[in-house]
């Protein structure tokens, strides 16, 4: 199958999956019951390109404290195509959450950040959006960079980082069709630098804002962050191990 196929088969299967999106709060669903939020990241060691660490934590909510977390080297099959992260992806995902779901059912989360985004994508449907369907869990995206959509074509890195020096808090994601696509957040304290939050699933734009603003320490959330931590610790691991190796 050539390149040019596997994009047209995903972009198929993308548009059917979003067809199952949810943009808004399960029913009944109110954030003072919320008690474990979850952080998921995945870092490929340098030198092995078919790679990777799977990070997933589990922390409580408000306090943000550990309460389980799960790394592990996976080997991937399918080509990173942009705009098609997910498929890449989504199968260490799935093995995390068996495996999470499999030794404690009871700490999988009520809210999951997802490292990357969500509505916010050409499509619509981003790496958040694609695990929070395929898993049927509630996500979140969060990227660290701004994703250029030609709908938002008004709006860039610099000219957003130029509005919160100014004093902004956040600000809408609003193309020129209407659609909004998420907000771009400022991070507590001094720094101007936003994070960009978007619908993944099952929980509306505005929730999905004010979870990040209350799982956030530094400029990225607490269960992104620590997965982060975790999947790079675990890549520099196996990028030493290959080091001694070629060395012995």
Same mark, same amino acid.
């Given at each position: 199958m050539t390149d040019a196929d596997v994009t047209r088969e995903w972009a198929l299967q993308q548009a059917e999956l %979003?067809?199952?999106l949810r943009e808004t709060d399960d029913p009944g669903f109110a954030l003072s019951e919320l008690r474990r939020v979850g952080g998921v990241d995945i870092s490929y060691p340098r030198g092995h390109p078919d790679e990777a660490v799977v990070a997933l934590t589990i922390l409580?909510? $408000? =306090?943000?404290? $550990? /309460? @389980?977390? /799960?790394?592990? =080297? *996976? @080997?991937?099959?399918?080509?990173? *195509? =942009?705009g098609f992260l997910a498929f890449r992806e989504i199968a260490a995902y799935t093995q995390a959450f068996s495996r999470l779901q499999a030794a404690h059912p009871e700490l999988m989360p009520q809210a999951l950040l997802v490292d990357g985004n969500g509505t916010l994508h050409p499509r619509g449907f981003g790496s958040a959006c694609h695990l929070g369907v395929v898993l049927d869990l509630p996500t979140i995206g969060v990227a660290k960079n701004f994703l250029h959509i030609d709908d938002l074509a008004g709006n860039d890195a610099r000219a957003l980082k130029a509005r919160f020096r100014e004093g902004a808090q956040e600000v809408e994601l609003r193309g020129e069709s209407?659609?909004?696509?998420? *907000?771009a957040v400022r991070p507590p304290g001094a720094a101007v630098n936003p994070v960009f939050v978007s619908v993944g699933h099952r929980f509306a734009l505005r929730t999905a804002v004010e979870v990040v603003r %209350?799982?956030? !320490?530094?400029? !990225?959330?607490e269960p992104i962050r620590v =997965?982060? /931590? /975790?999947s790079r610790e675990q890549a520099r691991l196996i990028e030493q191990a290959a080091e001694?190796?070629?060395g012995g």
């Open positions: %979003r067809e199952r409580s909510f $408000p =306090a943000l404290k $550990p /309460l @389980h977390q /799960l790394t592990f =080297a *996976v @080997h991937i099959t399918e080509p990173y *195509v =942009a209407g659609r909004v696509y998420g *907000v %209350r799982c956030s !320490v530094f400029r !990225v959330p =997965a982060d /931590l /975790l001694n190796h070629q």
